[in-house]
């Protein structure tokens, strides 16, 4: 069982910069972790993935660029750098795991476990 929890939310005006954080109980080393999000009346979308071990990563193209993912596996911690925020990032960020490498990169259905997501608020 992982438990994730995710951190760092808030508001920002456009073409800011947040950093959110997501940390997970147990060793996820084997696990693929991602960023998803949910603006009010949308569905969610993922945004941000990485691989279990080998940290490889991948972006849809309306974040690459502006946003990053890392993980710190010692810390069991993931993180998800975001910059030149955009009115339309606004939603809320939810961080999720699977064990080995996700079917689909962004689709949350490939995802086990999940956290219970961070407010992001950009102001144009």
């Known amino acids: 069982q992982v438990r994730l929890v995710e951190s760092g939310g808030g508001s920002v005006q456009a073409g800011g910069s947040l950093r959110l954080s997501c940390a997970a109980s147990?060793?996820?080393?084997?696990?693929?972790m991602a960023w998803f999000r949910q603006g009010p009346g949308k569905e969610r979308e993922g945004v941000a993935v990485?691989?279990?071990?080998?940290?490889?990563?991948y972006y849809p193209d309306s974040v690459k660029g502006r946003f990053s993912i890392s993980r710190d596996h010692a810390k069991t911690t993931m993180y998800l750098e975001m910059n030149s925020l955009k009115y339309e990032d606004t939603a809320m960020y939810y961080c999720?795991?699977?064990?080995?490498?996700?079917?689909?990169?962004?689709?949350?259905?490939?995802?086990?476990?999940w956290g219970q997501g961070t407010q992001v608020t950009v102001s144009s």
């Open positions: 999720a795991a699977t064990r080995g490498r996700p079917p689909l990169l962004l689709s949350a259905s490939s995802y086990n476990y």
């Open positions: 147990g060793n996820t080393y084997t696990y693929s």
């Open positions: 990485i691989y279990a071990s080998g940290g490889g990563t």
